[in-house]
């Protein structure tokens, strides 16, 4: 892992990619990212000329997900290719050295570039128990992040553990599964919600900081380029929501006709991502185009956001239920109000005296 | 002396119920009800809205009855009803509203209001507050015999007028006859052609029938108070006569509370159902009309119109005797265009006028059944209630108005078939 | 928190608690009402009543016409609402959740016109309330509160559909939690009347029809 002084340009030269090809990639990501065409060439022309960039990659309570998305593209990426570039001095599912020799990499990569390597994180934090539910080398994933994220440059979270506790985190949460931003909190993040991620949108963030620094982020630490829009307000079947025409089911004449999916329980209105716009496998299509309603997953907390399959708009706790109770219960609780009422109007009833004639002036 | 503010505030508990709950919890202070309210209509004035005029009983049906009023009333947040309180509603309860009851067909949520104003004036009198006048009245009643309080040697002296004009004879106590009549006091003292009237037509349709001299007087101020205990005594008057002289039929003469009494409230207020029948004078006359025992002849040809009262029409139920009958004697019977059930009220009812300092009021809120008259051009308004026929003649007299009051038994025995029997 | 988890939150336990105090409040006012028990009619009766119990339910819903002046707003948005509420097809969706029934539901545009006619309708209610001398006399500050409660869950849920103001899933979590607000409120306000503007309709109605009086 030395190489440090590689410039991409370089690297280019070595796969014999052209200048223009590599330009054209710059633009598309500009594009997604909505820069202008000039910041594009200014993002083409700073890549070529930036050094090796270490990134050390931590893996905690994951499935590999992430990594799986942003490394199995149909046919070799331009995308792959930052990857390709970075020096990714620490990934423990794609290195070659494993046990002590893993570890040391990554140490060493902490200390010859203190202060200035990227610290990319999949998966949740567990924090229950100390910790104990994920380690590493016998090193809890809680102490791990804490050593990194010291000397970091900047924290990527990828997907959705890392930024909001993901999956592990579902209720009710045996392991105490947290998100990166909930433990560190002096150093920037950058937010990159999915299950998986769209590996476009991983790498054209990581283009983003090598040439411009950090992208601006939402309120939730998302880059505003990937996530400012919600699927619905860009799924090209939000004419039919507009006019009211869903799908019942699966297979139903709405279904087939490519109706909105919003009644079989489309997340798309809440969800913020590039899916509809970027869409995934190069392109190819995502979710709701193949008939299925968005899940949510690059929101937090999608796993307990009510059912994948109940719309938007249903309650998540039962409220029937409650109700159900509630009526029971204030039937209790009116009967007793009733039954004070009752003697209230009792005692009025013998304190009540008749009023007579003599009342009126009259004799008797 | 068992009136007081405590007894008023007791009575006022006493009398919430179901219905009175349902009205408060339903009402939004929408105003409808004032829209139907000639107090408010004609006056302009907001605090006639007739659902302001329980407002007490709101609030002590909030503070008392419903968890969420005894919550406010914990932290401070409502205030008791005071005496004060009781005496500014008077005002409201007594002195400006008829118990007309039109306020009650207009509430969206169907709020009978003034089956709540009837029990805040219960509350009222029994906090000493019922007005003087009516409570002269009931005085007078009990311990005289009649509203205005004239003693039964009055009746009788009207009762031989009528036989001497009539060469009829007229029973008094008589029993196991077919009807027992009552008679309102302002028919005796002012409409008493009456008299003579029915004895005519209930000679022609062969109706036996008496009066009472235990019970002769219909009218009953113990219920404009809401004094149930006076009303029933009222009450129990005529049902003890009745059932003296074994009489299954006791007609309410033209007078709508005294229709209001004896036919709805009465068996309430005396806390059985009586062991006879009770029936408006003009439902009679509608049944012997069915019967074929009401033989009429001529048409009057002039514009007649019907001033429907509100406590027999509205609250009573009687609706289509009278436009059965009219159609007998009349040809020209023209319809307000309010009528029956949504009929103006004349302004007098309700105790309204024999209350003194009401009396400009009355007068002022005469002007709807004006305009209600001066639009048909007619020459004769008929109705069947004697107090509205007595605050209609006074209001068309004070307009200088050229309309002619008629009581609809008169109208129809001016026109009596009379067949020469022997 | 964040607008997801107060989504989140508006959705799950925020609509079980409004759901859950709605329903324990309306179960005992109308136990409150009953109980307080109604006294037997003595007097001989024209007609049982019940006919007339029903029809006044019925009836009192169709326009008094002789006041439209003074209906008419309120009526329009009494009309809207209860498309709105029960014909939005995401509605529909949570109504079927909670009680297992579904009826189907309107397309927007409908529903955006009732929205729209129903926002108009309560905005000049609250100018009559000022203008009409009854009504001003009557309203106090509760029927200014109950208005806004009624109000916001309109406004909310319109800005939220055409995606105005803050963005759409807070706006989504503000009209929910505005629905809650206004569940809240129905038991412990003059918005009670949702249910027992029945019971005082029946009362009438029934009593009404034992006198043999046109309703």
């Known amino acids: 892992m030395t190489n440090k002084n590689n410039l991409l340009a370089g690297e280019l030269e070595r796969l014999g990619i052209s200048r223009r090809t590599f330009l054209k990639f710059c633009t598309s990501i500009g594009s997604v990212m909505a820069l202008s065409p000039a910041q594009a060439a200014v993002m083409a022309e700073k890549l070529v000329t930036v050094k090796r960039q270490s990134v050390i990659w931590l893996s905690f309570q994951e499935c590999t997900g992430c990594t799986e998305s942003i490394t199995r593209s149909h046919k070799p990426s331009l995308e792959s290719l930052i990857f390709d570039f970075v020096s990714l001095d620490y990934h423990h599912t794609l290195q070659a050295a494993s046990g002590h020799a893993a570890e040391q990499a990554r140490e060493q990569a902490m200390h010859d570039n203190q202060g200035k390597y990227i610290l990319i994180v999949d998966g949740s934090i567990p924090i229950k128990d100390d910790g104990v539910y994920s380690t590493i080398a016998g090193m809890t994933n809680l102490d791990m992040l804490q050593q990194v994220a010291k000397d970091a440059a900047a924290i990527v979270a990828v997907g959705s553990c890392a930024t909001f506790g993901g999956l592990p985190k579902a209720s009710p949460n045996p392991t105490g599964a947290v998100s990166v931003s909930d433990i560190v909190h002096d150093k920037p993040i950058i937010n990159i919600p999915g299950c998986p991620p769209i590996p476009v949108v991983m790498t054209g963030v990581l283009a983003h900081v090598l040439t411009f620094g950090i992208p601006e982020l939402d309120s939730m630490g998302r880059p505003k380029a990937f996530y400012g829009d919600s699927i619905h307000d860009r799924c090209y079947r939000r004419p039919y929501y507009d006019r009211g025409q869903f799908a019942k089911s699966f297979d139903d004449e709405g279904a087939r006709k490519g109706w909105c999916l919003y009644e079989l329980g489309c997340k798309g209105p809440i969800t913020h991502n590039a899916c509809a716009t970027v869409k995934w496998n190069n392109g190819t299509s995502f979710p709701i185009q193949s008939g299925h309603g968005c899940l949510g997953c690059s929101e937090p907390d999608f796993w307990d956001a009510g059912g994948f399959y109940k719309a938007l708009s249903t309650g998540t706790n039962s409220p029937g239920q409650w109700a159900t109770a509630a009526l029971a219960a204030g039937a209790a609780a009116g009967l007793a109000s009733a039954y004070l009422n009752k003697s209230s109007k009792a005692d009025a009833e013998k304190d009540h005296q008749p009023v007579t004639l003599e009342d009126m002036g009259g004799k008797s | 002396m068992s009136t007081s503010f405590q007894q008023g505030i007791n009575v006022l508990k006493k009398v919430i119920d179901a219905p009175i709950a349902a009205y408060f919890s339903s009402c939004t202070s929408c105003g409808l009800c004032a829209q139907a309210c000639i107090f408010y209509t004609e006056t302009g004035n907001p605090k006639y809205t007739p659902i302001r005029r329980v407002e007490p009983m709101r609030r002590i049906w909030e503070q008392e009855f419903t968890l969420v009023g005894k919550a406010k009333k914990l932290l401070g947040l409502s205030k008791p009803v005071t005496g004060q309180d009781l005496k500014d509603n008077v005002e409201l309860a007594f ?138 005594q ?189 | 928190m964040n607008e997801i988890e107060l989504l989140n939150w508006a959705r799950g336990p925020g609509l079980a608690y409004a759901t859950a105090i709605m329903f324990f409040g309306l179960s005992i006012r109308v136990i409150e009402i009953l109980s307080l028990g109604r006294p037997e009619e003595l ?100 029927d200014y509160l109950a208005w806004l409660v009624t109000f916001l869950p309109l406004v909310t849920g319109y800005m939220a559909f055409h995606r105005l103001g803050l963005d759409y899933t807070t706006m989504l979590a503000v009209h929910i939690l505005s629905v809650e607000l206004l569940m809240i409120a129905i038991p412990i306000s003059k918005l009670t009347h949702v249910v027992t503007f029945t019971m005082a309709r029946w009362y009438t109605g029934s009593n009404q029809g034992r006198r043999g009086v046109r309703s």
Request: glycine share 8%.
């Open chain 2, 95 to 232: 002195e400006s509203c008829t118990t007309c009851g039109r306020c009650t067909m207009v509430c969206p949520v169907g709020n009978d209001i003034v089956y709540m104003i009837r029990r805040m004036r219960e509350g009222l009198t029994a906090a000493g507050l019922a007005p003087k006048s009516l409570q002269a009245a009931a005085v007078r009643t009990l311990e005289k015999g009649s509203v205005m309080g004239f003693p039964l040697k009055t009746l009788e002296a009207m009762i031989q007028a009528a036989e001497k004009e009539t060469g009829i004879k007229i029973n008094i106590d008589e029993p196991n006859v077919d009807y027992l009549l009552l008679l309102s006091s302002a028919e005796v003292m002012q409409f008493n052609e009456i008299i003579g009237a029915l004895a005519q037509i209930f000679k022609e349709a062969g109706v036996s029938w008496t009066f009472s001299s235990d019970a002769y007087e219909a009218g009953n101020p113990g219920m404009h108070m809401g004094a149930s205990e006076i009303e029933a």
């Open chain 2, 234 to 422: 009222m009450i129990n008057r005529i049902v003890k006569a009745a059932e003296q002289l074994h009489i299954k039929n006791v007609i309410s003469p033209e007078c709508g509370h005294a229709y209001m009494a004896i036919r709805w409230e009465g068996p309430n207020v005396i806390g059985r159902p009586y062991p006879f029948k009770v029936f408006h004078i003009i439902e009679v006359l509608d049944n012997l009309r069915k019967e074929g025992r009401l033989k009429t002849t001529g048409l009057e040809s002039e514009r007649i119109t019907f001033h429907d009262p509100c406590q027999a029409a509205r609250r009573g139920g009687v609706n289509q005797p009278q436009r059965n009958l009219l159609n007998m004697v009349t040809s020209n019977f023209i319809e307000m265009t309010d009528n029956q059930s949504c009929n103006w009220c004349c302004g007098g009812g309700g105790g309204m006028n024999t209350i003194e300092s009401a009396e400009p009021l009355v007068k002022k809120v005469f002007n709807r059944k004006k305009k209600q008259i001066d639009e048909l051009d007619v020459t004769t308004v008929v109705t069947m209630c004697a107090t509205c026929r007595n605050t209609l003649e006074e209001g068309i007299e004070e307009n200088n108005m050229n309309i002619e009051v008629m009581g609809l038994t008169e109208l129809l025995a001016n026109h009596l078939l009379k067949e020469k029997k022997s």
């Open chain 3, 43 to 142: 007097a001989e009766v024209r007609d049982s009543g019940v006919r007339d119990g029903w029809l006044m339910i019925l009836k009192r819903s169709l326009p008094e016409v002789r006041h439209w002046k003074y209906i008419t707003a309120s009526y329009i948005f009494h009309i809207g609402l209860l498309v709105v509420i029960f014909f939005f097809i995401p509605h529909t969706h949570l109504f079927r959740d909670v009680f297992g029934i579904f009826w189907g539901g309107w397309p927007n545009y409908i529903i955006d016109f009732f929205t729209v006619l129903s926002i108009a309708g309560m905005l000049y209610t609250l100018v009559a309330r000022f203008y009409d001398p009854a009504r001003r006399i009557l309203s106090k500050m509760s």
